[in-house]
T-cell receptor, first 116, second 110 residues
Framework: DTEVTQTPKHLVMGMTNKKSLKCEQH?????MYWYKQKAKKPPELMFV???????INESVPSRFSPECPNSSLLNLHLHALQPEDSALYLC???????????????FGPGTRLTVL | GQSLEQPSEVTAVEGAIVQINCTYQ??????LSWYQQHDGGAPTFLSY????GLEETGRFSSFLSRSDSYGYLLLQELQMKDSASYFC???????????FGPGTRLSVLP
């Protein structure tokens, strides 16, 4: 099973709402990532979790709050977002966290987020 | 800082061969990956080079020259389904943070 799943597929929220994005993988991968992708742009790294610990935060605003409850799950909690946060949010995983590995990043299908 | 450059668009016909170039300037370098992304889809892994030379995977090959900070993706026997965006990505540090290039939009014409 080389699948990363994400829910929901689509999300529309107001600027005062609180919502969460979920990501799950059952490949035994120990590194998980959140990316943000705007239309016709490359994915931008937001967060990296290594062995369930936050290892990289690319200066993401605090209205985005990641959580890694266990090695298979990754959440992204959203609160007080702005319209410019509308984007495709991608989750990915790699087998190992760090090292000179050739690890492939497996991406989930993404959550298309619209902030009104 | 870190920067990667790719051509923004490439057009080719079915059955042809196309090369997508990627140059990079990063503070560190552990490898160069290539990803394909169809409209509305997620990126999917195509190839990875950590050392100089050519890696071949079916119709796709990828090349790396570390001394030139340059790589390319070669797509042979193009098919209509190859129309997509292609991203190079550098793993710039010991940690697992990947930096993506701006992407190349490939259009395959009949």
């Amino acid at each position: 099973d080389t699948e990363v799943t994400q829910t929901p597929k689509h999300l529309v929220m107001g600027m005062t709402n609180k919502k969460s994005l979920k990501c799950e993988q059952h490949m035994g991968h120990r590194a998980m990532y959140w990316y943000k992708q705007k239309a016709k742009k490359p994915p931008e790294l937001m967060f990296v979790y290594s062995y369930e610990k936050l290892s990289i935060n690319e200066s993401v605003p605090s209205r985005f709050s990641p959580e890694c409850p266990n090695s298979s799950l990754l959440n992204l909690h959203l609160h007080a977002l702005q319209p410019e946060d509308s984007a495709l949010y991608l989750c990915a995983s790699t087998a190992r966290a760090g090292g000179r590995s050739t690890d492939t990043q497996y991406f989930g299908p993404g959550t298309r987020l619209t902030v009104l | 800082g870190q920067s990667l450059e790719q051509p923004s668009e490439v057009t080719a016909v079915e059955g042809a061969i196309v090369q997508i170039n990627c140059t990079y300037q990063t503070s560190g370098f552990y490898g160069l990956s290539w990803y394909q992304q169809h409209d509305g889809g997620a990126p999917t892994f195509l190839s990875y080079n950590a050392l100089d030379g050519l890696e071949e995977t079916g119709r796709f090959s990828s090349f790396l020259s570390r001394s030139d900070s340059y790589g390319y993706l070669l797509l042979q026997e193009l098919q209509m389904k190859d129309s997509a965006s292609y991203f190079c990505a550098v793993r710039a540090s010991y940690g697992q943070n990947f930096v993506f290039g701006p992407g190349t939009r490939l259009s395959v014409l009949p």
